[in-house]
């Protein structure tokens, strides 16, 4: 994939489709150990041990319409091109979270891309639930979105609604902006 946020859009799909009702994006950038950390957590159904130790081949899917799953070995994959490395958490019940670290100067590190589309996205795929939340860290500039906070304020209007969305992205977009800041002034 030629972005990071279209693997984090593949990923944060998985979570829906185990059943989550909160899916929480961590993207950390810290500037002096030239790492990059994305996270995607979730409170799904989980993985049993013997699926978590299958999930990273690209021949492992709980899918019924095909026999191969992607997203995460890509993922992997990626991780390790770029000097890191992907770990995965899951408790049958609790949830489940990937982990990927990338070195931020690796030449192979694709661009973050369209982070704030990828948000909307997913809202408009899923106006009801999850709930989403994601916190983009530049070293301690810290920008966090929660649907959560979004649904009280507008008072159980779906969030797919054009003007809320808009605003949304609008709001995602800012909030990224102003922390990137940080990291462009280094």
């Keep these: 994939m030629p972005e990071l946020a279209l693997h984090i859009l593949d990923l944060v799909q998985n979570s829906v489709s185990a059943g989550a009702t909160r899916v929480v994006v961590t ?40 026999k191969v799953g992607l997203g995460i070995p890509l ?18 019940g609790k949830g489940t979270k990937t982990q990927a670290t990338f070195t931020a100067s690796h030449m192979d590190l694709p ?3 369209d982070l704030k589309g990828t948000m909307e996205t997913l809202i408009i795929a899923n106006p009801e639930r999850p709930d989403f939340c994601l916190v983009y860290r530049v070293d301690k500039e810290e920008f966090v ?9 507008v008072g159980g209007l779906p969030l ?17 902006g102003g922390v990137e800041q940080t990291r462009a002034g280094r």
């Design 160 to 176: 797919g609604e054009p003007e809320i969305i808009g605003w949304i992205g609008q709001y995602i977009a800012e909030g990224i």
């Design 145 to 153: 979105f929660d649907t959560a906070v979004v649904r009280e304020a």
């Design 111 to 113: 661009p973050m891309g």
């Design 75 to 92: 993922f992997k994959q990626l991780a390790e091109m770029c000097g890191g490395e992907l770990t995965l958490q899951s408790t049958v």
């Design 27 to 66: 993207i950390a950038w810290d500037t002096s150990a030239d790492t990059l950390l994305i996270s995607i957590e979730d409170d799904g159904k989980g993985m049993p041990p013997e699926l978590l130790a299958r999930v990273a081949s690209p021949f492992t899917t709980t899918r019924t319409t095909r």
